[in-house]
């Protein structure tokens, strides 16, 4: 199973130096990377370093195992939407991918019908979304509460739509910048990826359902995600950002 490696940069880079560091530093070590399993890297910069990326990925090793994706995109197609970004916009800027329903833009006020407007968006665009979902706290009925939130944020969604999606489980509380977080461990992410797939299942009729985990993934704990059958990758933010790092998490996803 070709499992995606997703860089979630959030605000994180400083300029187009360090987007290049990190861009030139990751083609380094593929380059020497010999044993591959199927793998897609998917790196999401803020919009104003696209440009920087697509041209970077055009040219360089990464041509083969890189794609682009951003962290948003605009719920209309077009007209006066000062500061949005468009689907079709991100598409001719080489977009594949696009991050909705991030916890950091549910923070920030997005609900689920915010966020339902944005996977259409994409999928009316042709772009592939990388749907975030994840309770804020293991308090209480927090399955029910993933539940409510899967079932707001794929509202009036078919089948084959779900299966265009990615969808990470990203629990709040195991996401790098929550105070106190601590990573899920691969056996209890699996149980939510079990929830979120049965509940697609018998909600929408999707059979094809791509779970990947987010939340902490760091070096030491990434091959566990990327080695469990429950998941088709992983979704990284802060780590990301970190050359050393994010090599050492593509390293994990050889199964040994
Ligand atoms: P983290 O972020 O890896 O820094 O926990 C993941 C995310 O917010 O997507």
Redesign the pocket.
């Known amino acids: 199973m070709k499992k995606f490696i997703i860089a979630?940069w959030?605000m994180m880079p400083r300029d187009a130096a360090h987007v290049r560091e990190i861009l030139v530093r990751t083609d380094e070590f593929l380059q020497g990377f010999q044993e591959r399993t199927p793998m897609s890297l998917v790196f999401c910069p803020p919009f104003v370093f696209l440009d920087e990326v697509a041209g970077f990925l055009r040219q360089s090793h990464l041509l083969h195992d890189a794609e682009l994706g951003a962290q948003d995109v605009a719920a209309r197609d077009e007209g006066a939407a000062t500061g949005e970004v468009s689907g079709s916009q991100l598409v001719a800027s080489g977009v594949r991918y696009v991050?909705v329903g991030?916890?950091?833009r549910r923070a920030m006020g997005e609900d689920d019908d915010a966020v339902n407007a944005k996977l259409k968006a994409a999928l009316r665009n042709g772009l592939v979304p990388i749907v975030?979902v994840g309770e804020v706290s293991r308090d209480g009925e927090w399955e029910d509460m993933l539940r409510a939130q899967l079932r707001g944020t794929f509202r009036d969604s078919g089948s084959d739509d779900v299966s265009r999606c990615l969808i990470?489980y990203?629990p709040v509380w195991?996401?790098?910048?929550?105070p106190g977080?601590k990573?899920d461990t691969p056996a209890s992410a699996a149980q939510s990826a079990g929830l979120i797939r049965e509940f697609l299942r018998s909600e929408f009729g999707s059979g094809d359902v791509r779970v990947l985990y987010?939340?902490?993934?760091?070096p030491d704990n990434a091959a566990g995600f990327l080695t469990d059958e429950a998941f088709n990758g992983v979704?990284?933010?802060?780590?990301?950002v970190k050359p050393d790092d994010f090599a050492a998490i593509i390293r994990a996803s050889v199964i040994t």
């Open positions: 979630n959030k991050i991030h916890s950091e975030c990470a990203e195991a996401i790098s910048t929550t977080a990573p987010g939340g902490s993934v760091k979704l990284v933010g802060g780590a990301s």
